[in-house]
């Protein structure tokens, strides 16, 4: 499962990709090539895989989705201190 957000942009996180067995292993090698953070969370992702790739995620979902972008945030913010 991947996903986007860019608030300047779109009101919530877009679903991009999703997949199980060897797409879902793609997806994780196209994101560490790119240096996307990854979290694993399988519980959400069983939750996630009901939405559509390109659909929005539902308001139901902000607060679990809320945890990722926080820990990804924090990610970025690690990476960027220790470039310095």
């Keep these: 499962m991947a996903l986007r957000y ?4 779109e009101p919530a996180p877009r679903v991009v990709a ?8 793609k997806i994780l ?4 090539e790119n240096g996307i953070p990854i979290r694993e969370d399988p519980d ?4 996630l895989a009901a939405l559509d790739v390109g659909k929005l995620i539902p308001e139901e979902m902000y607060a ?4 990722i972008l ?8 690690n ?5 310095s």
């Design 6 to 9: 860019d608030l300047d942009q």
């Design 18 to 25: 999703k997949g199980r067995g060897v797409i879902a292993e």
């Design 29 to 32: 090698e196209i994101a560490q």
């Design 44 to 47: 959400l992702v069983e939750v």
């Design 64 to 67: 679990a989705v809320a945890e």
């Design 70 to 77: 926080a820990f990804l945030y924090r990610v970025n913010d």
């Design 79 to 83: 990476a960027k201190s220790v470039a």
